[in-house]
């Protein structure tokens, strides 16, 4: 028996899910709710390691603004006796070293470890920072470390 129209023919041929277009929608259902949570799951990934970022970021930003602001105040400790006597400008070191641990002491953030180092002519931070992660550890990757490093020198304003 020859079937009545072409488009008849071409349903015939198909199996029953595609012939009924009810029937394949149920079929696929299960298909978009997978995709659906797949979705839903890379997506929450994304966003806690965007959150690992951005703290990364602050603490990196929060330990140079701390760094830096101890290098320039060890750099405001001037040797006064060698002024008087007309020597160049140069830094007290132990009064500069001084001033710069009690700056890091105050503004460095809770759990950084820093190294100050002190010349005549300049001072250093090196600081560093564990930055816990949320998403990180998870995924089995290392907490990051950040780390500055920062100098700063006595120098003379021009009259």
């Not at 550890?137 to 020198?153: D, K, N, S």
Request: with cysteine.
């Amino acid at each position: 028996m020859l079937p009545a129209s072409p488009r008849a023919a071409s349903r015939e041929r198909l199996p029953e899910n595609r012939a009924d277009p009810r029937a394949r929608c149920q079929a696929e259902r299960g298909q978009a709710e997978i995709l659906v949570v797949g979705a839903f799951l890379l997506s929450l990934s994304l966003l806690a390691l965007a959150h690992d970022a951005v703290r990364a970021f602050m603490a990196r930003r929060a330990l140079g603004y701390a760094a830096d602001g101890a290098a320039l105040a060890g750099a405001t400790a001037l040797d006064e006796d060698a002024l008087r006597r007309g020597a160049p400008l140069s830094l007290d070191p132990t009064k500069a070293r001084a001033l710069a641990e009690a700056a890091m002491r105050e503004a460095a953030p809770p759990g950084s470890s820093w190294e100050i180092w002190v010349s005549t002519e300049k001072v250093g931070v090196k600081a560093a920072l564990r930055v816990p992660g949320l998403f990180l550890p998870l995924i089995g990757l290392p907490t990051p470390e950040v780390r500055v490093t920062v100098t700063a020198r006595a120098r003379q304003r021009a009259p």
